[in-house]
């Protein structure tokens, strides 16, 4: 079916939510403003930070880009650490991996910390290439990501139709179509109800047991 596997890192492998909402609340809180429960604040997950804190906050690009530099004050150093992958998604790599799929990550979280997540958690032995924005901002279309995934991993555009785009946000579905590929959405991640449907998703999964089914199918 597929040979190349790209996963967004928040929301597909890991459960990132306590460390990037707390240290929302940590910004919002040193910005003076009111600070919201973390439920509310989910919208954070998953759009370029700036983005999201200019929209949610109304804040000027200045404002915004002031907020994000404080949120990574605390993320840096203690939200990083705040996260857990899925259940089923260690095993579901290493199964991957055994299976002969390539496998790589395509993310909105910047460098350095996607790589130090993975890292953490030992995933980076399966990841053969990862593409990340830079702290400034640049390269954060997830389209411009996936296409610097597979010119890093060789893939011709003759073989996109090997390739799927694995994510849980709308910014995966369409970021996907965009560069030409197929996209799975899970929707045990952060998107709200329906949004992977209205976006197009190819195929949209409930569990990391319904993904392992898509992906290996009958395979032991």
């Known amino acids: 079916m597929y040979k190349y596997l790209l996963f967004d890192l928040d929301g597909t492998l890991f459960?990132?939510?306590?460390?990037?909402?707390?240290?929302?609340?940590?910004?919002?809180?040193?910005?003076?403003?009111?600070?919201p429960d973390m439920e509310e604040l989910r919208c954070?997950?998953?759009?370029?930070?700036?983005?999201i804190f200019a929209e949610f906050c109304g804040f000027s690009h200045e404002e915004a880009v002031r907020a994000t530099a404080i949120y990574r004050e605390r993320y840096s150093v203690t939200g990083v650490l705040e996260v857990q992958p899925y259940a089923g998604?260690?095993?579901?790599?290493?199964?991957?991996?055994?299976?002969?799929?390539?496998?790589?990550?395509?993310?909105?979280?910047?460098?350095?910390?996607?790589?130090?997540?993975?890292?953490?958690?030992?995933?980076?032995?399966?990841?053969?290439?990862?593409?990340?924005?830079?702290?400034?901002?640049t390269r954060s279309e997830k389209c411009e990501l996936i296409h610097c995934v597979l010119d890093e991993l060789g893939v011709d555009r003759a073989d996109y139709d090997k390739v799927v785009m694995i994510g849980?946000?709308?910014f995966d579905i369409t970021g996907a179509h965009e560069a030409g590929v197929a996209a799975i959405g899970v929707r045990y991640g952060f998107a709200p109800a329906g949004e992977l449907e209205a976006h197009g998703a190819d195929y949209v999964v409930d569990t990391v047991a319904d993904l392992r089914r898509l992906l290996l199918g009958g395979r032991a």
Do not use: C, W
């Not at 954070?44 to 983005?51: D, R, S």
């Open 168 to 170: 849980d946000r709308k």
């Open 89 to 137: 998604i260690p095993e579901l790599l290493a199964e991957l991996d055994a299976a002969g799929f390539v496998i790589a990550v395509a993310t909105g979280k910047p460098a350095p910390y996607s790589p130090q997540i993975l890292a953490n958690h030992g995933f980076d032995r399966y990841v053969r290439a990862i593409a990340t924005p830079e702290l400034d901002g």
């Open 44 to 51: 954070f997950i998953g759009p370029p930070l700036t983005e």
């Open 15 to 35: 459960d990132t939510s306590e460390g990037v909402l707390r240290s929302v609340q940590y910004a919002l809180g040193k910005m003076v403003l009111p600070v």
